[in-house]
């Protein structure tokens, strides 16, 4: 997983970009590697070589100490010979990308590179684990209140979810189809929803559409037992949504859908909040 070749850009205070590729390879010695380090400023200014042999050590799970061996400026017409160094810091290889942690009380102390090839550089699919009680499908009935931001009556309606994920398992896909009274599907409402692991702020963030005109954008802010917390918002044809919305799974084959907060251009949505759509897993 450590091997390869990983880059990441930087803005600097100037407004330039730089761009920083470091090219990984095994040494001798077990646990032990070889990277040159390369920069290239977009200023034009002539790049900036060196190399660093150093040691992996396991700290606890995902975390890797990075404890620099050796180091080298690396110059084509005038090699330099390997003195020692002391460069370490908390690191974690998260399949295509490459965490760096060098201060945990700054933002401008952590850095992530991704890993470049000849291939598709997918997201680790783990990533979607917390995600699996969704998969599947699930019927049920409830008696809507009805909310002027989705379009929905006030009447008894029924509910399809349907929860895939995609070839790599980097994506997952949901549709949400609701029939109100005696309509038919031509006029349901329908929701198409995409689920992701998004790296640069660390989270499982999600998007839907709606047949009504909604759009919505969330993020997971919480999951334990079962439980996935979201936190959502967009535009609706009656102005601005927020929710909070609890996915439930935490009684077999059951997916309870609640809305815990709901507020409209601001104003809180009392007579929707806590609507509990009790869904049972038929596939």
């Known amino acids: 997983m450590i091997p390869g070749t990983w880059t990441r850009d930087q803005i600097t205070v100037e407004g330039a970009v730089r761009t920083w590729t470091k090219q990984i390879e095994k040494a001798d010695k077990a646990r032990q590697f070889i990277e040159t380090i390369?920069?290239?400023?977009?200023?034009?200014?002539?790049?900036?070589?060196?190399?660093?042999?150093?040691?992996?050590?396991?700290?606890?799970?995902?975390?890797?100490?990075?404890?620099?061996?050796?180091?080298?400026?690396?110059?084509?017409?005038?090699?330099?010979?390997?003195?020692?160094?002391?460069?370490?810091?908390?690191?974690?290889?998260?399949?295509?990308?490459?965490h760096e942690l060098?201060?945990?009380?700054?933002?401008?102390?952590?850095?992530?590179?991704?890993?470049?090839?000849?291939?598709?550089?997918?997201?680790?699919p783990s990533n979607m684990d917390v995600l699996k009680p969704m998969l599947g499908k699930f019927v049920g009935e409830?008696?809507?209140?009805?909310?002027?931001?989705?379009?929905?009556s006030k009447e008894k309606s029924k509910i399809t979810s349907i929860a895939e994920l995609g070839k790599t398992g980097a994506v997952l896909k949901m549709s949400w189809t609701m029939i109100q009274g005696d309509d038919t599907e031509k006029n349901a409402f329908e929701?198409?929803?995409?689920?992701?692991?998004?790296?640069?702020?660390?989270?499982?963030?999600?998007?839907?559409?709606?047949?009504?005109?909604?759009?919505?954008?969330?993020?997971?802010?919480?999951?334990?037992?079962?439980?996935?917390?979201?936190e959502r918002s967009g535009d609706t044809p009656s102005g601005k949504l927020y929710e909070l919305c609890l996915f439930d799974f935490s009684e077999p084959n059951t997916f309870k859908h609640v809305i815990l907060k709901r507020t409209l251009n601001g104003i809180p949505q009392v007579n929707e909040e806590n609507e509990t759509i009790i869904l049972k897993r038929v596939e």
């Open 38 to 98: 390369t920069i290239i400023n977009s200023n034009g200014n002539k790049p900036t070589k060196w190399q660093l042999h150093f040691e992996v050590i396991p700290v606890a799970g995902k975390f890797l100490h990075f404890k620099g061996l050796k180091q080298r400026d690396v110059n084509p017409n005038n090699p330099e010979k390997w003195r020692l160094s002391n460069i370490s810091y908390i690191f974690q290889v998260d399949q295509n990308f490459y």
């Open 102 to 124: 060098w201060d945990l009380a700054s933002t401008s102390g952590s850095f992530r590179y991704r890993r470049v090839g000849h291939s598709t550089r997918v997201i680790d």
């Open 142 to 152: 409830f008696n809507n209140p009805g909310s002027k931001a989705y379009g929905a």
């Open 191 to 230: 929701v198409y929803l995409v689920c992701s692991y998004n790296p640069s702020i660390g989270s499982i963030v999600k998007q839907y559409q709606t047949s009504t005109g909604v759009l919505m954008s969330g993020v997971l802010k919480s999951a334990n037992n079962n439980k996935l917390l979201w």
